[in-house]
């Protein structure tokens, strides 16, 4: 086992009208960028099982599908 810092990205977005212009692409490229040079080992995210144009983006960045868990949360 090895501990490494890993970033998390929560809510990342992309407004209606600014899709398809390579923000997305922008915005993910620009965080491996600065967690690399701050040392971070990965990067992490989540999105709907349904939002295949943003699981298109990732695979394409070369993200790779987390195929061992599935993820779970309890609204309190």
């Known amino acids: 086992m090895r501990l490494v810092r ?10 209606p009208a600014a899709r398809g212009g390579g923000v997305g692409r922008a ?3 620009a965080a491996a960028a600065q967690a690399r040079v701050r040392g ?4 992490s995210l ?3 099982l349904d939002n295949a144009p943003a699981q298109a983006l990732y695979e394409s960045l070369g993200w ?13």
């Open 6 to 15: 890993t970033w998390l990205l929560n809510d990342l977005f992309v407004a």
């Open 27 to 29: 915005l993910l490229q």
């Open 40 to 43: 971070a080992a990965s990067l």
């Open 46 to 48: 989540s999105t709907a």
């Open 64 to 76: 790779v599908r987390d195929t061992r868990f599935c993820e779970y949360g309890l609204t309190l």
